[in-house]
Nanobody, 120 residues
Framework: QVQLVESGGGLVQAGGSLRLSCAAS????????MGWYRQAAGKQRDLVATITSGGNTNYADSVKGRFTVSRDNAKNTVYLQMNSLKPEDTAVYYC??????????????WGQGTQVTVSS
């Protein structure tokens, strides 16, 4: 029983900033990679950024230099700081986490998604 709850989405003007948060709760032994994906209307869900438990990051080319992913392992939370937002960043953003349970069972979990809309 793991839940990922996202927050921080909303409407922002081009050039502005938003910070997304995603907190994992429930029966968790360890969380591996956490990340963010986004899905624009009529398009596939694409990777935005990931971060390992050790802090190694990976970004889509379209957000490099503008977005920063970070995490607080003590809080089981991953963040996405989004700066210099563009209208093409408009999408539903989904949190993802690889969760291992004390039983050894592991799987990926998804948040419910949070809407980010960037106006021109």
């Amino acid at each position: 029983q793991v839940q990922l709850v996202e927050s921080g989405g909303g409407l922002v003007q081009a050039g502005g900033s938003l910070r997304l948060s995603c907190a994992a709760s429930g029966s968790i032994f360890r969380i591996g990679v956490m990340g963010w994906y986004r899905q624009a209307a009529g398009k596939q869900r694409d990777l935005v950024a990931t971060i390992t438990s050790g802090g190694n990051t990976n970004y889509a080319d379209s957000v490099k230099g503008r977005f920063t992913v970070s995490r607080d392992n003590a809080k089981n939370t991953v963040y996405l700081q989004m700066n210099s937002l563009k209208p093409e960043d408009t999408a539903v953003y989904y949190c993802n986490a690889e969760v291992a349970h004390i039983t050894g069972f592991s799987r990926q979990y998804w948040g419910q998604g949070t809407q980010v809309t960037v106006s021109s």
